[in-house]
């Protein structure tokens, strides 16, 4: 068993759902071969850590809770204030193992660690220290080295976060038709929240970001590319592959670039690739991976198409305090999208007004217990492992 995260592709702008930029050309083969796709997943959280710890739990994020923390009073990852997965909940990894698979996860995106709880049930393991340290050729090395220790006569299951597309993108080389060559472009929140760039200077730079992000897109294709002709050539017999986004990213649709601020649907939007091929419905919440992976199959009981966001003192900081500092939650049913953002709901007809550019004001009673779980989820507080937090004060993570 195979589990691949492509880490931020939005659903929209892979080519096996219709992109018109050849971004994904090895999803386009396995779908061209026979395998399903969904492109309207929807992601049960806005940024990596709360759509993992979904996906290894099969649990909403204010069910499992590990997401953003609000509150200055919690321990601090890296620049995060966050709330890693707790150890109350059975993981895809632990069931693989109980079940005699060798299993190992590597992970492009540093977020994807034990430090956030995120390897429980895994073997092996590696984690990028920081973004960048395993992308392209680097991951292909690390799936070499996980392939060498997997024993031939137990079944694998491998979960690999590919994070190429992940910002800073890298510089877009000259030689594709389809995308203009550019330097490697950092992310420069500030100036487009701020509005300090506008007409044709924001145009530019928001060129520019969707360039260099179908770029990091289309290399993290190529990258899953590697991995399973890796496995073709060290493990025999069947297999099965899942391959889906944790959360997508903004462009600059609503002001915003990045992700793991808001729900409108450049950020929640993304696909799932099954091979062999399961049918998915419309507005499945990306937690419904977890039964995929684990079963072959999905629930008969399927839980609504749901995300929250929390707010997040990285965003916040980097916009000085215009963007990313509330919580929020919302529900999908069919085309009609409900939006909680502190006290104010919305309601939006996709089909009607797909970019979100007028959503009404209505009341709040389809989301009240939502809202209810995600308030209580925020508030909850840390109850870290001693051993846990004594690993994250000795890598530095806690202060
Ligand atoms: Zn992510």
């Known amino acids: 068993m195979v589990f691949v995260v492509l880490d931020t592709a939005r659903a929209d702008h892979v080519s096996a759902c219709g992109y018109d930029r050849p971004t994904t050309p090895t999803l386009d083969r396995l779908v061209a071969s026979g395998a399903g796709i969904s492109c309207d997943l929807v992601s049960s959280g806005d940024w990596t850590l709360p759509s993992h710890a979904s996906f290894f739990t099969g649990q909403p994020v204010v069910r499992h809770g590990a997401h953003s923390l609000p509150d200055t009073g919690q321990p601090l990852m890296g620049t995060m204030r966050i709330r890693p997965l707790t150890d109350t909940l059975p993981t895809l990894a632990e069931h693989f193992q109980e079940s005699g698979y060798f299993t190992a996860i590597l992970s492009g995106n540093p977020v994807v660690s034990g430090e956030a709880g995120l390897f429980r049930g895994f073997k092996k393991g590696r984690a990028a220290a920081e973004m960048g340290q ?53 992310p420069w929140m500030k100036q487009v929240y701020s509005g300090a760039w506008t007409g044709a200077e ?22 899953l590319d590697g991995v399973l002709a890796r ?110 953002t502190e006290g104010a709901c919305t309601r939006v007809d996709l089909a009607a007004d797909p970019g979100e550019l007028a959503p009404v004001d209505v009341a709040c009673d389809p989301l009240s217990e939502l809202v209810a779980a995600a308030q209580a989820s925020a508030a909850a507080p840390v109850e870290m492992d001693p051993a846990l937090l004594e690993r994250l004060r000795a890598a530095g993570y806690v202060e």
């Open 134 to 186: 395993l992308w392209g050729a680097d991951m292909l090395a690390a799936v070499d080295d996980i392939l060498a220790l997997a024993p031939k006569e137990e079944p694998l299951f491998l979960f690999v976060n590919i994070a190429d597309a992940h910002q800073p993108w890298s510089a877009v080389p000259p030689g594709l038709d389809w995308v203009q060559a550019q330097p490697e472009h950092r």
């Open 202 to 223: 924001l145009e530019d730079h928001l060129d520019r970001a969707q360039n260099g992000y179908d770029y990091g897109l289309y290399r993290a294709d190529e990258v």
């Open 231 to 340: 496995l073709d050539a060290t493990r025999d017999g069947p297999r099965r592959l899942v391959v889906v986004s944790d959360h997508g990213e903004f462009l600059g649709e609503h002001g915003l670039v990045d992700h793991g601020r808001y729900l409108w649907e450049p950020n929640q939007r993304v696909f799932m690739l099954t091979s062999p091929a399961i049918e998915l419905p419309a507005e499945l919440a990306s937690l419904h991976a977890f039964h995929v992976v684990r079963d072959g199959a999905l629930p008969s009981q399927l839980a609504p198409a749901e995300s929250v966001a929390y707010p997040d003192l990285l965003w916040s900081n980097l916009s000085s305090g215009t963007k990313g500092v509330h919580t929020s939650v919302a529900r999908w049913e069919d085309d009609v999208k409900w939006t909680w």
